[in-house]
């Protein structure tokens, strides 16, 4: 066999844990199915081992890496020993206590909550400690509130206190037209949209693209950062109690 072997650097993709997060270098060939990868990241850390493939995630560039797929299916520049290519990994719903997965509250002592930066895009300081805010809140058990308006869904998060809004939260998949739409404004992905030319789950990433665009704040786009969240308030598919959700 002629193909060449293509090398991964893997890190997490939490920002926001405490410590010193575990790194690995895997390897594989252009044929590798990515739940390959799953299984030797479970041979390196054995805390893995009892967790099942769907609930850890690879992404590439904050793209899926689906377990059907192969390596070769995506165009990823770099794969050398000195220049591999970085993916990240993310544990959803694992019930590891360990420390190297404690979250900096005890939000993930709670089943079905969550709530963190992505590791792709850039966020401020001040929208990090915001974000802080409002997981403290979930950890504490006060719940996101649905706005009264609007097509889509933007929920107010809250701070310890409940009385005071610190961020608002609009799941990509509950955008009008989108598939968990709240307010009976439902749609597939990537359908026509209200507004021509701008289609269904697309608003999100469009929103944080306006403030990355607003230099030095001339057109005030308020401070926008997409994160990953999930509560059983979110308006979740039938019969599960809490999705991770994207905004």
């Known amino acids: 066999c002629n193909d060449p072997v293509i090398h991964f650097k893997v890190v997490s993709a939490r920002q926001d844990m405490t410590g010193e997060q575990p790194k690995f270098d895997l390897s594989g060939m252009p044929f590798t199915r990515w739940q390959m990868f799953k299984l030797a990241l479970k041979e390196r850390w054995p805390l ?6 769907a609930s850890i995630r690879l992404l590439y560039k904050g793209v899926e890496l689906r377990n059907s797929g192969v390596v070769d299916d995506y165009n990823m520049q770099g794969g050398t020993v000195d220049a591999p290519i970085e993916l990240q990994y993310l544990i959803i719903d694992s019930g590891i206590q360990d420390a190297t997965l404690s979250s900096l509250t005890t939000v993930d002592e709670v089943p079905n909550v969550g709530l963190y930066v992505d590791a792709q895009v850039m966020c401020t300081h001040q929208l990090k400690l915001r974000v802080k805010e409002a997981r ?16 889509g869904a933007t929920y107010m998060l809250m701070n310890k206190t409940g009385r005071e809004t610190v961020a608002v939260f609009k799941p990509k998949d509950e955008e009008a037209f989108a598939p968990n739409n709240p307010r009976e404004f439902q749609g597939k992905e990537h359908t026509q949209c209200l507004r021509q030319g701008v289609l269904s789950t697309t608003q999100a990433a469009r929103e944080v693209a306006a403030h990355l665009l607003d230099h030095k704040g001339f057109a005030d786009v308020p401070m926008t950062t997409l994160v990953h969240a999930k509560h059983p308030n979110f308006c979740n598919p039938k019969g599960r109690d809490g999705v991770e959700k994207i905004v």
């Open 48 to 53: 893995l081992k009892t967790v099942p493939d």
């Open 136 to 151: 403290e809140a979930f950890g504490l058990g006060i719940k996101p509130k649905l706005s009264d308006e609007g097509t």
